[in-house]
């Protein structure tokens, strides 16, 4: 996955990613469009400049995610 410029891989670098990116500022995530495989949401949390927009874009291959990028809307 890649997010702030920077590439997670793998089960421990994702776990740590959501830990510090997600759970520690308690981030809520409000999605406001979906099309395609591109999630458009609105994130709030214990981070200063919030809410902020987000696009989450997936590959999926046999139903499961094997790609995400998040990029700033």
Request: aromatic share 8%; no cysteine; net charge negative.
């Amino acid at each position: 996955m890649r997010d702030d410029g920077k590439t997670w891989a793998g089960e421990a670098e994702i776990r740590e990613w959501i830990q510090g990116h997600l759970i520690n500022p308690k981030v809520v995530l409000t999605p406001t469009s979906f099309a395609d495989d591109r999630l458009v949401a609105s994130g709030d949390g214990d981070f200063p400049g919030g809410p902020l927009s987000f696009a989450l874009v997936f590959d999926i291959k046999d139903d499961q995610v094997t790609d995400l990028t998040i990029e700033p809307v």
